[in-house]
Structures are given as structure tokens and as C-alpha cells.
């Protein structure tokens, strides 16, 4: 019996039994996972603007739901680079609150697109835009670090790009060097550590050493707990945020940009992990599950999560085949966050400076960057356009540009992919002294029938160009055949435009064939009122049908002409 789309993998894959190998490899794998995890989500939440307890908590909370609901099998969920941007700017503008409801609205978001299977529409986003908002939002995070990177006394920082910069350029001679070394260190760590293991993060080492040094010699640099405090060691109790009509119109945007950026991500990387393991994940399933995790973390105080690349990739290359080690994964940060969250505050934020900045690097995606830069014209333009907007003014913006822009080019690319061409010409002469390009063999054309074949897509950005140049005929015919087996679709504009052209030919006398309408084609025209001006018998299946019935309007005309005596 086939499964539903919605049917969570870990339901299937219990169902057909795990075995014990592998139930250890999941375990195994969950573990490094979980420990991979810990920085990443306290470093991801204090970069977005708040607590790092609110990290741990999206961390095991949408990660536990985006393991048990989800449609991958190797799918780690939590908080990622991708949403410090977004969270950033709502945090600002409506305070934590203000992001949790809008959290909490972007889950439901996310389980009607999967209900309604927008899941295999996410797939076509365009890779340029993709890598130009990614590569945005990893410049925004690098800048992000500079203050603790560098240790400067900023008080506050601006949210503008420029603005930032313009900050930091007037407080570098108060560098202190305490953090720089910590924060350099880390990044040689970070980058170099696998040439002695690859089982152990570089970033995990750098923590603990860092840790050390600071608490050890006392070293004047800013940690977490003189940031933020002490970091709780529990989870409080769920609860609903209160939600009226004005705080839906307040939120309902920065809740679509979480949902829209959260759809991509997760399938993005579902996709990814796809192609690591050989499987097939179940894209609407996991847009419920994302929607379902963003609403329970939500309730728990926790900020938005999605599908997360590098933990992923993590699970999958320490041997994790199912969504065990997800599940695994969140319970040990649970029990992290239970017993080492008093020592969780001693970590310097110059240490995870460092880790963001490795993070960023990581997420340019510079080599796919400068692919794209030797690419198309068009290519070009969504890439730096996306990728600029996303730097100096906002992330929404700059996807709803890039998806307009991609767009259009598309249509523009379609639009001169449609040809139209006077097949007389390709037909053979009474000699047969010119070569017949078709695939199938047709007799000379009556004196009074002209056919021209049309090939592509029939859409409305082809629509005029397909009008334009069927009405420019030179010598009007008694009869044109309009030959559309190589029509791929026509849509209302190129139906509106089609009855055009047979208007206005009707009006001089000429009557108008359709030949090789298949059965989508047909269905589309005959849903439209096209019958109105073109006889039903007007539209045929083959060329041979339409010669036929053009000889037999020649005739009727010639008939009228000179009728019998």
C-alpha cells in the first residue's frame, strides 16, 4: 500500500524495522550531533539579538519535532545562520515577544504550505537567488562579529550595514587584544582541527580551551555570563502567545519571510542530504514537521528553527540513517543544557565570535559565487542583486526582487524560445527539389493555403511577438493552418491573443485551421470561449485532417464564387 506524502519517515521506517547496527550508529551519530550543536545554537541566538538559553531551547524542542514529524530521514533541525538576519531586525522592531508570536504564525504558515503541497514548488527557487541571499546573509554575520571579534567597547550596535561599519570605524583604538588572540584562535582551530581528527569538532576544542584560559588567568575579555547572565538550566512550561487582529497585521510579514526562508532552508537541505544517503525525502511531510517545530518552540520560548545544513551533513557522515539520531541529538542537549548550562556561561564571546565567523565563511558559498559571476548575463543580475539587497536593506526585500527578477528573465528566455515559421517553404516543390524537413510526408499546398508551425510555449510573454508576426503575412491566404504539435502550453493571454489573430483574419475572409492540438491543448482551448470565433471543426488532431478540411473550404468557396447555372 502506498504511503501518504504526509506520513513521517520515522512511522515508515519503524514500520519496516530498524536493526540493531544501525539503531547504534543512529545513537552514536546523534551524540557527536547533539555536541556539534551546543556552541552553534548558543552563538546562533546571541547573534540574533537574544538570550542564548532561547539557542538550547529551539535547538531540542524543533529539533526533537523536525526528527519525529519530518519527511527526511537524516534531518537535523534547530537554529541556523540563515534566520540571525530576520530574527535580528523583529527583535528590534517588536522586541522578543514580537518574535515569538511571529514564530508561533510562521509554523502555521509552513503547515498550510505543506497541506496544500507547496513543497515541490520551493525546489524551483532559483539557485542564483539562493546563493545571493546566502552569501548576504553571511556578510551580515561576519559583521555582525566584529564587535566581539575585536573586543570593542560598543555599547550598542546599529542594525544598518553602513551605519555598523561606521561605528566600528570610530572605535578600533579601543581593541582589546585578549579577545583577537581568543578569537584568531579559534578560527585556526576551528579550520585545522580535522587534519587530527575529523571526529571531534574543531569548534568544540576551541570552546573548552578558550574556556579555560579565561577562567584560568583571569583574562579581562566579555563571557557570556557578564553579557547575558546566568544561562538557565531548564525548560519552562509551554504556553500560547496571545494573538489579536493587530498583532497578525504587525507580524504577518516578518512571519511569511520566517516561513519563506524556513521552507527553503529545510527542503534545501533535505535535498542536499538526499543526495548524500541515495533517498527520496517527502518535501510536504517536511514542511508540516518545520511548521509543527516553529509553533512548539514558540510555546517554549524558543526562536525560529529549520533544517540545518551542517548538522545534517554532520549525522549523515558519523553513519545516521534514520530520524533516531535526531531525536538522540535533541535529548542530549537536553541533558547538556540540564548539567553543564552553569559552565555554558563562561564561554568568551570573542571564542564565539570566531565560530560565527567560521560559520559565515562556510555559508558564502564564494566558490559558487564566482561560478555564478562567469555565467549569463541574467544570472548575474538576480546574484548581485540579491546578494546587495540583502546586505544594505533586508532580506525580504531582496527574495521577493530576486523571484521577480528570475521571473522575468524567464519569461523573456521563454518568450524567444517560441518560433514561428512558414513550413510552405520546407514543403517539397512539384519536382521535389526541396528537401522535406518534417518527420512526416505532406503533399504540395493548395494555391490559396498557407501553414506556419509554432513551436514553444504559447504564454503571455510570447503572446504578442506569436500575434505580431502571424498578422504581418505579406500575401494573405484563403486558408492558414496553424500547426501547434510543438506548442507546450498556452495560457489565458495566448488564448486571448489567438482569438485575435482569428478575429481579425475572419474579418478579411480567411479562414483559420489549428492542426496537431493534442488533448491538454484541446481541453485548454475548449475551457476557454475560443469557439466563438472558430468552428469546433476548425480544430484538428493531425495536418492530415486540416488539408483535408482546408480543400474542403477552398471548394465551399469556390462554390460561393461561382455558383452553378
Known sequence: MKESPFTPKLFSLLKGGISRKQLLNDITA????????????????????????????????AGLVISILGGSRVQIGGPTGAFIVIVYAIVQEHGVGGLTIATFMAGFILIAMGLVRLGSLLKYIPYPLIVGFTSGIAVIIFSSQIKEFFGLSVQTVPADFIEKWQVYALNFDQINFYAVAIALGTLLISFNFHRITTKIPGSIIAILLCTLLVYWFKLPVNTIESTFGDIPNRISLPSIPHIDYETVKALIQPAFAIALLGGIESLLSAVVADGMIGGRHRSNAELVAQGAANCFSAMFGGIPATGAIARTATNVKNGGRTPIAGIVHALALLLIMIFLAPLAKLIPMACLAGILIVVAYHMSEWRQFKSIMMGNKADILILLVTFFLTVLFDLVLAIEIGIVLSSFTLMKRMSESITIQNAAALLPDKNGDVENLFEDELPPLPKDVAIFEISGALFFGAAQTFQDTIIRLHNQPRVLILRMRHVLFIDATGIYRLKEVIRQFNQQGVSILLSGVGPQLREDIEKSDLHTVLQKDHICNNIDQCLLRANDILEEHAARQHPKK
Open 30 to 61: 546523534g551524540l557527536i550531533v547533539g555536541i556539534v550543536a551546543l556552541p552553534l545554537a548558543i552563538a546562533f541566538a546571541i547573534a540574533s539579538g537574544v538570550s542564548p538559553d532561547k539557542g538550547l531551547i529551539t535547538a531540542i524542542i
